[in-house]
Protein backbone atom coordinates (compact mmCIF):
# COMPACT_ATOMS: atom_id res chain seq x y z
CA UNK A 1 0.00 0.00 0.00
CA UNK A 2 2.91 2.58 0.66
CA UNK A 3 4.49 1.67 -2.51
CA UNK A 4 1.29 2.21 -4.30
CA UNK A 5 0.77 5.33 -2.18
CA UNK A 6 4.16 6.99 -3.14
CA UNK A 7 3.43 6.03 -6.62
CA UNK A 8 0.25 8.00 -7.11
CA UNK A 9 1.63 11.24 -5.23
CA UNK A 10 5.21 10.99 -7.77
CA UNK A 11 2.25 10.43 -10.53
CA UNK A 12 0.32 13.84 -8.86
CA UNK A 13 3.11 15.89 -8.51
CA UNK A 14 4.30 15.31 -12.46
CA UNK A 15 1.14 16.49 -13.28
CA UNK A 16 0.88 19.49 -10.78
CA UNK A 17 4.21 20.65 -12.08
CA UNK A 18 3.30 20.02 -15.94
CA UNK A 19 0.29 22.51 -14.79
CA UNK A 20 2.48 25.36 -13.23
CA UNK A 21 1.00 28.15 -15.06
CA UNK A 22 -2.32 27.24 -14.44
CA UNK A 23 -1.42 26.40 -10.75
CA UNK A 24 0.24 29.80 -10.75
CA UNK A 25 -3.06 31.58 -12.42
CA UNK A 26 -5.20 29.96 -9.78
CA UNK A 27 -3.16 31.48 -6.85
CA UNK A 28 -3.06 34.88 -8.65
CA UNK A 29 -7.07 34.69 -8.05
CA UNK A 30 -7.15 34.19 -4.59
CA UNK A 31 -7.33 38.16 -4.37
CA UNK A 32 -10.47 37.90 -2.51
CA UNK A 33 -8.53 38.44 1.23
CA UNK A 34 -6.74 41.38 -0.35
CA UNK A 35 -9.38 43.18 -1.13
CA UNK A 36 -11.38 42.84 2.05
CA UNK A 37 -7.87 43.80 3.31
CA UNK A 38 -8.02 46.99 1.25
CA UNK A 39 -11.65 47.57 2.52
CA UNK A 40 -11.40 46.40 6.57
CA UNK A 41 -7.70 48.77 6.99
CA UNK A 42 -9.48 51.90 5.58
CA UNK A 43 -12.71 51.21 7.60
CA UNK A 44 -10.04 50.71 10.61
CA UNK A 45 -8.18 53.88 10.24
CA UNK A 46 -11.00 55.32 12.27
CA UNK A 47 -11.30 53.77 15.10
CA UNK A 48 -9.81 49.66 15.31
CA UNK A 49 -12.97 47.55 15.10
CA UNK A 50 -12.60 45.27 18.20
CA UNK A 51 -9.24 43.56 18.59
CA UNK A 52 -8.70 44.66 14.94
CA UNK A 53 -6.17 47.40 14.15
CA UNK A 54 -4.38 47.91 10.71
CA UNK A 55 -1.89 45.49 12.24
CA UNK A 56 -4.09 42.84 12.94
CA UNK A 57 -6.00 42.83 10.14
CA UNK A 58 -2.50 42.89 7.88
CA UNK A 59 -1.95 39.57 9.88
CA UNK A 60 -5.40 38.23 9.36
CA UNK A 61 -6.03 38.11 5.71
CA UNK A 62 -2.68 37.61 5.04
CA UNK A 63 -2.73 34.09 6.89
CA UNK A 64 -6.37 33.78 5.49
CA UNK A 65 -4.67 34.00 1.72
CA UNK A 66 -2.08 31.31 2.77
CA UNK A 67 -4.71 29.50 4.97
CA UNK A 68 -6.55 29.69 1.48
CA UNK A 69 -3.99 28.95 -0.83
CA UNK A 70 -2.45 26.21 1.08
CA UNK A 71 -5.41 24.12 2.08
CA UNK A 72 -8.02 24.75 -0.51
CA UNK A 73 -9.47 21.54 -2.77
CA UNK A 74 -10.79 21.39 -5.97
CA UNK A 75 -11.77 17.86 -6.56
CA UNK A 76 -15.78 18.26 -6.15
CA UNK A 77 -15.49 19.40 -9.75
CA UNK A 78 -12.77 16.76 -10.80
CA UNK A 79 -14.61 13.81 -9.80
CA UNK A 80 -17.91 15.84 -10.99
CA UNK A 81 -16.29 15.67 -14.82
CA UNK A 82 -14.89 12.30 -14.14
CA UNK A 83 -18.10 10.91 -13.12
CA UNK A 84 -19.96 12.39 -15.79
CA UNK A 85 -18.00 12.03 -19.06
CA UNK A 86 -17.30 8.61 -17.50
CA UNK A 87 -13.18 9.35 -17.19
CA UNK A 88 -13.85 7.55 -13.73
CA UNK A 89 -14.22 4.22 -15.59
CA UNK A 90 -10.18 4.86 -16.25
CA UNK A 91 -9.55 5.32 -12.28
CA UNK A 92 -11.63 2.08 -11.07
CA UNK A 93 -9.10 0.27 -13.29
CA UNK A 94 -6.31 1.25 -11.17
CA UNK A 95 -5.40 -0.52 -8.41
CA UNK A 96 -6.34 1.77 -5.71
CA UNK A 97 -9.48 3.28 -5.00
CA UNK A 98 -10.53 6.41 -7.00
CA UNK A 99 -11.05 8.40 -3.71
CA UNK A 100 -7.44 7.76 -2.86
CA UNK A 101 -6.23 9.34 -6.30
CA UNK A 102 -8.65 12.12 -5.79
CA UNK A 103 -6.80 12.89 -2.46
CA UNK A 104 -3.43 12.76 -3.35
CA UNK A 105 -3.83 15.07 -6.74
CA UNK A 106 -4.73 17.57 -3.58
CA UNK A 107 -1.84 16.69 -1.72
CA UNK A 108 0.81 16.92 -4.61
CA UNK A 109 -0.04 20.52 -5.31
CA UNK A 110 0.96 21.58 -1.57
CA UNK A 111 5.20 22.23 -2.38
CA UNK A 112 4.17 24.41 -5.34
CA UNK A 113 1.51 26.15 -3.38
CA UNK A 114 3.71 26.30 -0.29
CA UNK A 115 6.46 27.96 -2.32
CA UNK A 116 4.52 30.46 -3.56
CA UNK A 117 3.08 31.55 0.22
CA UNK A 118 6.68 31.91 1.31
CA UNK A 119 6.84 35.63 -0.50
CA UNK A 120 3.36 36.65 0.74
CA UNK A 121 4.31 35.13 4.31
CA UNK A 122 7.67 37.56 4.58
CA UNK A 123 6.19 39.90 3.18
CA UNK A 124 3.53 40.40 6.30
CA UNK A 125 6.52 39.77 8.74
CA UNK A 126 8.39 42.66 7.05
CA UNK A 127 5.12 44.85 7.52
CA UNK A 128 4.52 43.92 10.74
CA UNK A 129 7.74 44.44 11.84
CA UNK A 130 8.01 48.12 10.38
CA UNK A 131 4.42 48.98 11.73
CA UNK A 132 5.68 47.35 15.64
CA UNK A 133 2.46 45.75 15.46
CA UNK A 134 4.00 41.85 15.09
CA UNK A 135 4.52 41.66 18.91
CA UNK A 136 0.29 41.71 18.74
CA UNK A 137 -0.87 40.44 15.86
CA UNK A 138 0.68 36.84 15.27
CA UNK A 139 0.75 34.21 17.98
CA UNK A 140 3.87 33.69 20.01
CA UNK A 141 3.43 30.31 22.16
CA UNK A 142 5.14 27.65 20.34
CA UNK A 143 3.02 25.27 21.78
CA UNK A 144 0.05 27.04 19.75
CA UNK A 145 2.45 26.80 16.47
CA UNK A 146 2.18 23.34 17.05
CA UNK A 147 -1.81 23.22 17.74
CA UNK A 148 -1.46 25.20 14.35
CA UNK A 149 0.06 22.43 12.28
CA UNK A 150 -2.65 20.11 13.53
CA UNK A 151 -5.37 22.82 12.58
CA UNK A 152 -4.19 23.27 8.80
CA UNK A 153 -3.95 19.48 8.82
CA UNK A 154 -7.54 19.19 9.88
CA UNK A 155 -8.80 22.07 7.46
CA UNK A 156 -6.90 20.07 4.44
CA UNK A 157 -8.67 17.09 5.61
CA UNK A 158 -12.03 18.81 5.79
CA UNK A 159 -11.77 20.48 2.72
CA UNK A 160 -10.92 17.56 0.77
CA UNK A 161 -13.32 15.33 2.08
CA UNK A 162 -16.37 18.09 1.98
CA UNK A 163 -15.13 18.56 -1.68
CA UNK A 164 -15.41 14.23 -2.04
CA UNK A 165 -18.74 13.96 0.13
CA UNK A 166 -20.21 16.60 -2.89
CA UNK A 167 -18.12 15.23 -5.40
CA UNK A 168 -19.95 11.90 -5.19
CA UNK A 169 -23.30 13.57 -5.09
CA UNK A 170 -22.76 13.89 -9.23
CA UNK A 171 -23.96 9.53 -8.81
CA UNK A 172 -27.29 10.51 -7.81
CA UNK A 173 -27.85 14.17 -10.04
CA UNK A 174 -26.96 16.09 -12.50
CA UNK A 175 -26.45 19.87 -10.82
CA UNK A 176 -24.37 18.43 -7.97
CA UNK A 177 -21.44 21.41 -9.23
CA UNK A 178 -24.77 23.64 -7.65
CA UNK A 179 -24.42 21.96 -4.71
CA UNK A 180 -21.34 22.96 -4.28
CA UNK A 181 -21.58 26.82 -5.81
CA UNK A 182 -24.24 27.30 -2.69
CA UNK A 183 -21.47 25.43 -0.25
CA UNK A 184 -18.79 27.83 -1.27
CA UNK A 185 -21.09 31.41 -1.19
CA UNK A 186 -21.60 29.79 2.61
CA UNK A 187 -18.19 28.92 3.35
CA UNK A 188 -17.04 32.52 1.72
CA UNK A 189 -19.83 34.66 4.20
CA UNK A 190 -19.51 32.02 7.34
CA UNK A 191 -15.76 30.66 7.28
CA UNK A 192 -14.37 34.13 8.35
CA UNK A 193 -12.76 34.48 4.68
CA UNK A 194 -14.70 37.38 3.94
CA UNK A 195 -15.20 39.03 7.57
CA UNK A 196 -13.42 37.46 10.63
CA UNK A 197 -16.06 35.62 12.76
CA UNK A 198 -14.71 37.93 15.95
CA UNK A 199 -15.94 40.73 14.15
CA UNK A 200 -19.71 39.36 13.43
CA UNK A 201 -22.53 40.71 16.20
CA UNK A 202 -21.90 38.81 19.48
CA UNK A 203 -25.32 37.41 19.28
CA UNK A 204 -24.05 35.33 15.63
CA UNK A 205 -20.40 34.22 16.78
CA UNK A 206 -21.64 31.31 19.05
CA UNK A 207 -23.32 29.71 16.43
CA UNK A 208 -20.53 30.87 13.54
CA UNK A 209 -18.05 29.42 15.92
CA UNK A 210 -19.48 25.99 15.44
CA UNK A 211 -20.67 25.58 12.06
CA UNK A 212 -18.32 23.36 10.36
CA UNK A 213 -17.15 26.48 7.75
CA UNK A 214 -15.15 27.53 10.77
CA UNK A 215 -13.00 25.14 10.77
CA UNK A 216 -12.16 24.44 7.30
CA UNK A 217 -10.27 28.17 7.44
CA UNK A 218 -11.32 30.03 10.73
CA UNK A 219 -9.28 28.33 13.04
CA UNK A 220 -5.90 27.98 11.51
CA UNK A 221 -6.06 31.53 10.79
CA UNK A 222 -6.84 32.52 14.74
CA UNK A 223 -4.56 30.50 15.97
CA UNK A 224 -1.97 31.83 13.87
CA UNK A 225 -3.17 35.73 14.77
CA UNK A 226 -3.28 34.60 18.40
CA UNK A 227 -6.88 34.67 19.00
CA UNK A 228 -7.06 31.88 21.02
CA UNK A 229 -4.99 30.44 24.10
CA UNK A 230 -4.15 26.84 24.62
CA UNK A 231 -7.05 25.40 26.18
CA UNK A 232 -9.27 27.01 24.00
CA UNK A 233 -7.56 26.22 20.78
CA UNK A 234 -7.40 22.57 21.93
CA UNK A 235 -11.14 22.29 22.31
CA UNK A 236 -12.07 23.97 19.25
CA UNK A 237 -9.85 21.05 17.44
CA UNK A 238 -11.61 18.50 19.27
CA UNK A 239 -14.67 19.72 17.15
CA UNK A 240 -12.53 19.79 14.10
CA UNK A 241 -11.33 16.71 14.01
CA UNK A 242 -14.87 15.20 14.99
CA UNK A 243 -15.90 17.10 11.80
CA UNK A 244 -13.15 15.28 9.94
CA UNK A 245 -14.22 11.89 11.38
CA UNK A 246 -17.94 12.70 10.40
CA UNK A 247 -16.94 13.52 7.09
CA UNK A 248 -15.24 11.22 6.36
CA UNK A 249 -18.08 8.74 7.43
CA UNK A 250 -20.59 10.29 5.25
CA UNK A 251 -17.90 10.49 2.35
CA UNK A 252 -17.23 6.76 2.43
CA UNK A 253 -21.32 5.59 2.28
CA UNK A 254 -21.73 8.65 -0.21
CA UNK A 255 -18.75 6.54 -2.46
CA UNK A 256 -19.97 2.83 -2.05
CA UNK A 257 -24.06 3.90 -2.69
CA UNK A 258 -22.75 5.91 -5.82
CA UNK A 259 -20.65 3.61 -7.14
CA UNK A 260 -23.42 1.14 -7.68
CA UNK A 261 -25.56 3.55 -9.86
CA UNK A 262 -22.51 4.55 -11.95
CA UNK A 263 -23.16 3.67 -15.49
CA UNK A 264 -19.92 4.91 -17.02
CA UNK A 265 -21.31 7.13 -19.80
CA UNK A 266 -20.45 6.54 -23.03
CA UNK A 267 -17.87 3.48 -21.39
CA UNK B 1 -28.00 47.17 -39.06
CA UNK B 2 -27.02 44.36 -40.00
CA UNK B 3 -24.95 43.92 -36.93
CA UNK B 4 -28.03 44.62 -34.71
CA UNK B 5 -29.70 41.87 -36.57
CA UNK B 6 -26.93 39.98 -36.63
CA UNK B 7 -26.50 40.27 -32.51
CA UNK B 8 -30.21 39.72 -31.87
CA UNK B 9 -29.44 36.34 -33.47
CA UNK B 10 -26.90 35.60 -31.55
CA UNK B 11 -28.22 36.47 -28.22
CA UNK B 12 -31.39 34.51 -29.25
CA UNK B 13 -29.50 31.37 -30.20
CA UNK B 14 -28.13 31.91 -26.50
CA UNK B 15 -31.36 32.14 -24.97
CA UNK B 16 -32.93 29.26 -26.58
CA UNK B 17 -29.83 26.89 -26.08
CA UNK B 18 -30.11 27.77 -22.16
CA UNK B 19 -34.00 27.29 -22.09
CA UNK B 20 -33.29 23.15 -22.72
CA UNK B 21 -32.20 23.16 -19.32
CA UNK B 22 -35.05 25.02 -17.25
CA UNK B 23 -34.54 23.10 -13.87
CA UNK B 24 -30.75 24.65 -14.44
CA UNK B 25 -32.36 27.75 -15.20
CA UNK B 26 -33.56 27.66 -11.64
CA UNK B 27 -31.27 26.46 -9.31
CA UNK B 28 -28.45 29.06 -11.28
CA UNK B 29 -31.00 31.51 -10.53
CA UNK B 30 -30.86 30.74 -6.62
CA UNK B 31 -27.45 30.68 -6.46
CA UNK B 32 -26.58 34.20 -7.86
CA UNK B 33 -28.72 35.65 -5.65
CA UNK B 34 -27.04 34.02 -3.03
CA UNK B 35 -24.04 35.63 -4.32
CA UNK B 36 -25.39 39.13 -4.57
CA UNK B 37 -26.73 38.35 -0.82
CA UNK B 38 -23.04 37.14 0.37
CA UNK B 39 -21.22 40.66 -1.39
CA UNK B 40 -23.78 42.65 0.68
CA UNK B 41 -23.76 40.95 4.29
CA UNK B 42 -19.56 41.66 4.94
CA UNK B 43 -20.52 45.46 4.95
CA UNK B 44 -23.88 45.12 7.13
CA UNK B 45 -21.79 43.47 8.97
CA UNK B 46 -18.64 45.63 9.25
CA UNK B 47 -20.55 49.23 8.77
CA UNK B 48 -22.94 48.62 11.52
CA UNK B 49 -22.76 51.77 13.97
CA UNK B 50 -22.37 54.30 11.49
CA UNK B 51 -18.42 53.33 10.32
CA UNK B 52 -17.42 54.66 6.54
CA UNK B 53 -15.65 53.09 4.07
CA UNK B 54 -12.81 55.98 3.51
CA UNK B 55 -15.90 58.47 3.44
CA UNK B 56 -18.37 56.34 2.06
CA UNK B 57 -21.31 55.76 4.14
CA UNK B 58 -23.06 52.54 4.46
CA UNK B 59 -25.87 53.70 1.75
CA UNK B 60 -23.13 54.90 -0.26
CA UNK B 61 -21.19 52.23 -0.35
CA UNK B 62 -24.49 50.28 -1.45
CA UNK B 63 -24.64 52.21 -4.32
CA UNK B 64 -20.83 51.22 -5.54
CA UNK B 65 -21.89 47.45 -4.69
CA UNK B 66 -24.99 47.65 -6.88
CA UNK B 67 -23.33 48.89 -10.40
CA UNK B 68 -20.46 46.26 -9.07
CA UNK B 69 -23.51 43.62 -9.35
CA UNK B 70 -25.00 45.13 -12.46
CA UNK B 71 -21.01 45.30 -14.27
CA UNK B 72 -20.02 41.46 -12.57
CA UNK B 73 -23.65 40.22 -14.08
CA UNK B 74 -22.23 41.10 -17.42
CA UNK B 75 -18.78 40.27 -16.88
CA UNK B 76 -19.93 36.29 -15.97
CA UNK B 77 -23.18 36.59 -18.62
CA UNK B 78 -21.55 37.91 -21.82
CA UNK B 79 -18.25 38.59 -21.03
CA UNK B 80 -16.57 34.98 -19.76
CA UNK B 81 -18.84 32.33 -21.82
CA UNK B 82 -17.38 34.50 -24.79
CA UNK B 83 -13.90 33.64 -23.94
CA UNK B 84 -14.32 30.31 -22.96
CA UNK B 85 -15.78 29.63 -26.42
CA UNK B 86 -13.31 31.38 -28.13
CA UNK B 87 -10.16 29.58 -26.09
CA UNK B 88 -12.16 26.45 -26.92
CA UNK B 89 -12.09 27.34 -30.50
CA UNK B 90 -8.35 28.26 -30.79
CA UNK B 91 -7.56 24.64 -28.84
CA UNK B 92 -9.73 23.04 -30.76
CA UNK B 93 -8.62 24.98 -34.23
CA UNK B 94 -12.58 25.24 -35.32
CA UNK B 95 -11.72 28.73 -34.81
CA UNK B 96 -10.85 28.56 -38.38
CA UNK B 97 -14.82 28.10 -39.14
CA UNK B 98 -15.34 31.31 -37.69
CA UNK B 99 -13.02 33.20 -39.66
CA UNK B 100 -14.73 32.10 -42.78
CA UNK B 101 -18.01 33.34 -41.53
CA UNK B 102 -18.68 36.58 -43.52
CA UNK B 103 -18.71 39.31 -40.51
CA UNK B 104 -16.59 40.77 -38.65
CA UNK B 105 -14.57 38.11 -36.62
CA UNK B 106 -14.09 40.03 -33.62
CA UNK B 107 -17.96 40.80 -33.40
CA UNK B 108 -18.50 37.34 -33.90
CA UNK B 109 -16.20 35.85 -31.34
CA UNK B 110 -17.23 38.94 -28.51
CA UNK B 111 -21.14 37.98 -29.17
CA UNK B 112 -20.11 33.99 -29.08
CA UNK B 113 -22.12 32.63 -26.08
CA UNK B 114 -24.42 34.37 -23.31
CA UNK B 115 -25.63 33.01 -19.80
CA UNK B 116 -29.16 34.82 -19.59
CA UNK B 117 -29.93 33.60 -16.14
CA UNK B 118 -27.13 36.08 -14.95
CA UNK B 119 -29.58 38.80 -15.86
CA UNK B 120 -31.41 37.46 -13.04
CA UNK B 121 -28.45 39.93 -10.60
CA UNK B 122 -29.79 43.04 -13.25
CA UNK B 123 -32.55 42.78 -10.92
CA UNK B 124 -30.96 42.24 -7.48
CA UNK B 125 -28.65 45.55 -8.43
CA UNK B 126 -32.11 47.38 -9.04
CA UNK B 127 -33.40 45.98 -5.74
CA UNK B 128 -29.91 47.63 -4.13
CA UNK B 129 -29.99 50.65 -5.32
CA UNK B 130 -33.42 50.84 -4.72
CA UNK B 131 -32.50 50.14 -0.38
CA UNK B 132 -29.16 52.15 -0.69
CA UNK B 133 -30.90 55.47 -2.20
CA UNK B 134 -34.25 54.93 0.64
CA UNK B 135 -31.22 54.41 3.38
CA UNK B 136 -29.93 57.87 2.10
CA UNK B 137 -33.39 59.24 2.03
CA UNK B 138 -33.02 60.95 -1.25
CA UNK B 139 -34.04 60.64 -5.12
CA UNK B 140 -30.83 61.36 -7.80
CA UNK B 141 -31.44 63.92 -9.41
CA UNK B 142 -32.12 63.64 -13.73
CA UNK B 143 -28.51 65.28 -14.26
CA UNK B 144 -27.16 62.85 -11.67
CA UNK B 145 -28.51 60.29 -13.43
CA UNK B 146 -27.71 60.75 -16.94
CA UNK B 147 -24.53 61.14 -15.81
CA UNK B 148 -24.16 57.86 -14.27
CA UNK B 149 -25.81 56.52 -17.44
CA UNK B 150 -23.03 58.16 -19.50
CA UNK B 151 -20.30 56.43 -17.22
CA UNK B 152 -22.36 52.87 -16.54
CA UNK B 153 -21.75 53.17 -21.34
CA UNK B 154 -18.44 53.65 -20.53
CA UNK B 155 -17.84 50.86 -17.75
CA UNK B 156 -19.25 48.49 -20.71
CA UNK B 157 -17.05 49.87 -23.23
CA UNK B 158 -14.07 49.06 -20.85
CA UNK B 159 -15.41 45.53 -19.77
CA UNK B 160 -15.77 44.75 -23.83
CA UNK B 161 -12.08 46.00 -24.25
CA UNK B 162 -11.45 43.96 -21.59
CA UNK B 163 -12.81 40.78 -23.51
CA UNK B 164 -11.36 41.68 -26.32
CA UNK B 165 -7.64 41.87 -25.03
CA UNK B 166 -7.84 38.83 -23.07
CA UNK B 167 -9.10 36.79 -26.01
CA UNK B 168 -6.27 38.34 -28.19
CA UNK B 169 -4.00 36.76 -25.50
CA UNK B 170 -6.10 32.83 -25.82
CA UNK B 171 -4.15 33.51 -29.59
CA UNK B 172 -0.66 33.80 -28.05
CA UNK B 173 -0.92 31.39 -25.25
CA UNK B 174 -3.40 28.53 -25.83
CA UNK B 175 -4.21 27.17 -22.06
CA UNK B 176 -5.57 30.64 -20.62
CA UNK B 177 -9.29 29.02 -19.90
CA UNK B 178 -8.88 30.13 -16.29
CA UNK B 179 -7.83 33.71 -17.24
CA UNK B 180 -11.29 34.30 -17.23
CA UNK B 181 -10.93 33.46 -13.42
CA UNK B 182 -8.13 36.06 -13.18
CA UNK B 183 -10.58 38.29 -14.67
CA UNK B 184 -13.53 38.03 -12.40
CA UNK B 185 -10.56 37.83 -9.50
CA UNK B 186 -9.48 40.64 -9.92
CA UNK B 187 -12.72 42.37 -10.82
CA UNK B 188 -13.40 41.75 -7.59
CA UNK B 189 -11.52 44.55 -6.37
CA UNK B 190 -13.80 46.95 -8.10
CA UNK B 191 -16.62 45.97 -5.32
CA UNK B 192 -15.91 48.61 -3.32
CA UNK B 193 -15.62 52.22 -3.19
CA UNK B 194 -12.10 53.28 -5.19
CA UNK B 195 -11.07 55.13 -1.52
CA UNK B 196 -10.21 51.49 0.28
CA UNK B 197 -7.26 51.64 -2.33
CA UNK B 198 -4.21 54.18 -1.80
CA UNK B 199 -0.82 54.95 -3.57
CA UNK B 200 0.04 53.35 -6.32
CA UNK B 201 -3.15 50.84 -6.50
CA UNK B 202 -5.07 53.80 -6.77
CA UNK B 203 -3.31 54.81 -9.50
CA UNK B 204 -3.26 51.63 -11.44
CA UNK B 205 -6.98 51.00 -10.80
CA UNK B 206 -8.24 54.68 -12.20
CA UNK B 207 -5.77 55.10 -15.37
CA UNK B 208 -4.02 51.16 -15.64
CA UNK B 209 -7.02 48.68 -15.14
CA UNK B 210 -9.58 51.37 -14.74
CA UNK B 211 -12.04 49.73 -11.88
CA UNK B 212 -12.63 52.61 -10.01
CA UNK B 213 -13.83 54.49 -13.05
CA UNK B 214 -16.53 51.64 -13.67
CA UNK B 215 -17.79 50.95 -10.33
CA UNK B 216 -17.23 54.22 -8.26
CA UNK B 217 -17.43 56.75 -10.58
CA UNK B 218 -21.02 56.18 -11.56
CA UNK B 219 -21.72 55.79 -8.23
CA UNK B 220 -20.60 59.24 -7.19
CA UNK B 221 -22.35 60.69 -10.31
CA UNK B 222 -25.80 59.28 -8.90
CA UNK B 223 -24.59 60.77 -5.18
CA UNK B 224 -24.19 64.06 -7.49
CA UNK B 225 -20.90 64.04 -6.08
CA UNK B 226 -18.56 63.87 -9.46
CA UNK B 227 -17.31 66.91 -11.37
CA UNK B 228 -18.45 66.52 -15.12
CA UNK B 229 -14.89 66.89 -16.11
CA UNK B 230 -14.33 63.96 -14.72
CA UNK B 231 -17.29 62.41 -16.65
CA UNK B 232 -15.72 63.91 -20.12
CA UNK B 233 -11.99 62.48 -19.21
CA UNK B 234 -13.48 59.06 -18.15
CA UNK B 235 -15.44 58.87 -22.08
CA UNK B 236 -12.31 59.50 -23.93
CA UNK B 237 -10.48 57.02 -21.31
CA UNK B 238 -12.91 54.31 -22.34
CA UNK B 239 -13.25 55.55 -26.17
CA UNK B 240 -8.96 54.90 -25.77
CA UNK B 241 -9.19 52.14 -24.62
CA UNK B 242 -11.73 50.26 -27.31
CA UNK B 243 -9.53 51.53 -29.92
CA UNK B 244 -6.34 50.09 -28.46
CA UNK B 245 -8.02 46.80 -27.78
CA UNK B 246 -9.26 46.91 -31.90
CA UNK B 247 -5.38 47.58 -32.55
CA UNK B 248 -4.69 44.56 -30.05
CA UNK B 249 -7.30 42.54 -31.64
CA UNK B 250 -6.18 42.70 -35.26
CA UNK B 251 -2.44 42.00 -34.98
CA UNK B 252 -3.01 39.45 -32.54
CA UNK B 253 -5.87 37.84 -34.97
CA UNK B 254 -3.05 38.58 -38.05
CA UNK B 255 -0.63 36.40 -35.91
CA UNK B 256 -2.64 33.20 -35.37
CA UNK B 257 -1.66 30.43 -36.96
CA UNK B 258 -4.42 27.92 -37.17
CA UNK B 259 -3.74 24.82 -34.66
CA UNK B 260 -4.88 22.27 -37.79
CA UNK B 261 -1.93 23.87 -40.06
Known sequence: MRRVLGALLRLSFAEAA????ESLIWFLATTMPLVMLAMFREVAREAPIGRFD????????????IVRTTTGSWASWQMNMDIRDGTLAVRLLRPVPPLWSYATDNLAALPLRG???IPVAIGMLVYLGQNGGGGRALAHDPRLWFLWLVAMVG?????????LAIGCLAFFFESSLKVMDLYIAAFFLLSGYLVPIEVFPATLRPVLV?????????LPVEIMTGAHGVGAALRLLAVQWSYVAATLALTVVLWRRGLTRFAAFGG | MRYLRLFALQLRTSLIFALQYRSDFAVDGAVEIMWAFASVVPLVVVLQGGRSIGGFSFGESLVVVAFFTLLKALLDGAVAPSIATVVEHVRKGTLDFVLLKPADAQFLVSTAKFYPWRAINVVTAMAIFGYAFRLLGRVPSVAAIAMALVLLVDAIAILYALLVLTVSIAFYAVRVDNLTFLLGAVFDAARWPGTVFRGALRVVFTWVLPLIVMTTYPAQALLGTLPWLTVVVSTFGAVAFTAVSRVVWVRAIGAYTSASS
Open chain 1, 18 to 21: AYRI
Open chain 1, 54 to 65: DSAFVAYFLCTF
Open chain 1, 115 to 117: VVC
Open chain 1, 155 to 163: AFALNVLTN
Open chain 1, 210 to 218: YLPFHFQLG
